[in-house]
């Protein structure tokens, strides 16, 4: 069922007419633009802006791995190339008296990136699959490795820095104020975000869907896989070195962890966690990761762990991801079904939360006795306070967890049912999963 | 320049072990399952911080004979409970299975024993210099290293050549339908083949850690170097993955003591060549790129022989 959905091609998942498609980014637009009138605050505008490379960026892994099924593991190189060319080219367009202001840096970072992928991409295009990722992994190692040692270029470890209000204005605006950069950012967030939708819809990015779903097939129609797949691979180096642009603009520097690993495996999580199969799962995808990147750490000290579970999680369990899953109640909803699903998911959540919060009770505790060993043992996670020394904690947590685990599984079968249900219901009445 | 030379070949001879230790397991996993195993170097981690752990509260005999068996089962338990599962989902699922796998090990090694190096010692008993090449003493924990290694070595050769249990799996490695139908229990054979693998890489890190460093960022930089040695070696290929560790461990052992560079070679750049962003590349030391000859191996490798080394099938 989620296997159907995660490999149906995007057009057949969302099918606009025009006019609908026209008010959709439309509206996206008006949004944009109203954006700093509501969020006024310069702290907002800032986390806009986060959000707003991370768009792209997930937008541009999507390419390769929504579209073309290419996981990269090493798709933050463009990003960071993208990122220190516009940070030298800011630096140097004012050192030479350029006439290029700060919205066309963005354009360089994105041709960096682009360059990088003519260059690196044939090699690693050649096989999908497996050896594509350990392929793309090997070229990251030595990106980052290079970057230690050209320190002239890369800056070593502490990076290169600049000043975005030094190039010729733009329009009488010199992009000191978050706001100017907010609109800078949205500008290229919904140019970006536009051509990749775009692409999506051209006779390439169908290739590409076909190149993903079974390439042989595609080299009897007369394409060669290789090509399609290395054309997928320059738009994806493209945006992401926008991406890596913006970053720079925003932050006004550029550091050898923008190509690191951390980055590449940041992007792989919200991407899959949004959902690789409908166009919109990565944006929403980037905006759940940082949201809770930015506010998880207000409430435990180990959201990293929390994180990485939620992606096997999903993996294991939902791998249309958010986007996917929630597109997967298209079905029910039409044979009249989605109501009764949902009352079998109620149910499920309260077992499945008490083995939620005993498993966090737990590792609080575990994480209290192991890194903060000799601090107060009455601490405080997600809001609740508890004493990690005391033996009911741990009694309150193993309960917890059984119960949520026993309880859970019967809960679960009912959701499986009402599944069923549904799905013997579509199949009499030909309507398709 | 001789000593340098003895003594780096021994160095490199033995970290190549090292490495086959852990690209032996991943390589046969990866062509009987089809799954490339991205947290196979957090199992070696793992092992080394079983290793350390049981080491301080039993002793280091003890910790080379548990921790390896306790991290297989663990290994084992994944295969069978999840990567089973997932395979269905398809490849890329499970690669990001085994990569989110990868992510947790490490921050639940961080969480136990925190981001500093352990301080993991090697037995007592073995605490002394084996021989000595001109003034250097070579430590007898090394080559205890090299024992056990090339111990082991045989060991797989005989079970994979010579056993029954050898010969089935040989057969799953290329023909699991038949094997099946031929009454072996295959999710079994994958199961253990998968258990022994994560073994022996936990083997290695329990070998390892008091060398190298133990220490929560020990797997990450690893895994891609592994990644190099199949691919080199040849995908499936137990002797192509023998012989690129072994390449690798000398090329990476011998980079680093060396001290040349493009301006020792032809003097310093004028003062007038251009100055900016690239003149870096005159001044590194080969001791300093030594990080990246393995992944550069790797690209001339796909270019002039995509199937590898001792591959029989294009990568």
Known sequence: ???????????????????????????????????????????????????????????????????????????????????????????????????????????????????????????????????????????????????????????GEDGISTNRTKLPAWFGWHFGPQVQVYYLVAFWVFISALAMYALTRTPLGKICNAVRDNPERVQFVGYDPHVVRYLAFCFAGLFAGIAGALAAISFESANFTDLGWVKSGAVIFST??????????????????????????????????????????VVRYAPGGIGGTLLMHRMPLRVGRLGGILKTYAIAAIPTLMLVAGFVLAVETIVHHTVNANEDPRIKAFGVSFDASSLVTWMIAVVLMLIGYFVGRLTWQGVTRAWDDARTIASERGIPS | MLELVIISALNGVLYG?????????????????????????????????????????????WALLLAPIIVGLIGAAVERFALRDIHRSGHVAELLFTFGLAYVIEEVVQIIWGKDPVDYRGPPSLDFPAFSI???????????????????????????????????VQASLTHPQMVAHLGHNVGLVFTLVFGVGIGLAALAGVIAGPILQTQSNMAASLIALLFVIIVVGGLGSL???????????????????????????????????????????????????????????????LILRPMGLFGTRET
């Open chain 1, 1 to 155: 069922m989620t296997e159907l959905l995660s490999s149906a091609p995007i057009s057949r998942v969302v099918p606009w007419p025009r006019l609908r498609f026209y008010a959709v980014w439309a509206m996206v637009a008006v949004v944009l633009a109203a954006f700093p009138s509501v969020f006024t605050s310069a702290s907002s505008l800032t986390t806009f802006s986060l959000v707003g490379t991370a768009i792209i960026f997930a937008l541009s892994y999507n390419i390769l791995l929504g579209q073309t099924g290419l996981l990269s593991f090493g798709h933050a190189v463009y990003y960071g190339i993208g990122a220190f060319f516009a940070v030298h080219s800011m630096n140097l367009i004012p050192q030479y008296g350029l006439p290029v202001p700060l919205p066309f840096v963005p354009l360089i970072g994105g041709v960096a990136g682009l360059l990088l992928a003519i260059l690196t991409g044939w090699i690693s295009t050649r096989r999908a699959g497996t050896v594509f990722s350990m392929i793309s992994l090997g070229i990251a190692e030595l990106a980052v490795a290079l970057a230690l040692i050209l320190t002239d270029f890369f800056g």
């Open chain 1, 272 to 313: 899959y966690i949004g959902g690789t199969s409908i166009f919109v799962g990565p944006i929403v995808g980037a905006i759940f990761f940082v949201y809770l990147s930015l506010s998880l750490s207000d409430y435990t000290s180990v959201w990293q762990l929390y994180f990485g579970l939620l992606f096997i999680l």
């Open chain 2, 17 to 61: 072990l090292l490495l086959f230790l852990m690209a032996s397991g991943l390589t046969v996993v990866f062509s009987m399952l089809g799954v490339l195993n991205f947290a196979h170097a957090g199992f070696y981690m793992l092992g080394a911080f079983f290793g350390f752990q049981i080491s301080k509260w039993f002793g280091f005999w």
């Open chain 2, 239 to 301: 002797a192509g993955a023998f012989v690129a560790s072994l390449l690798i461990g000398l090329i990476q052992t011998f980079a680093v003591s060396l001290d040349g560079s493009l301006a020792s070679l032809f003097g310093p750049l004028s003062p007038d060549a251009p100055q900016f962003l690239i003149r870096n590349i005159w001044t590194v030391t080969i001791a300093q790129v030594a990080p990246i000859i393995p992944y550069a191996l790797l690209i001339l490798v």
């Open chain 2, 134 to 168: 001109f003034s250097t003493n070579y430590p007898s924990y090394k080559v205890f290293m090299f024992a056990v290694s090339v111990a082991v070595f045989v060991a797989l050769l005989v079970v994979i050549k010579r056993s029954r249990i050898g010969l089935v």
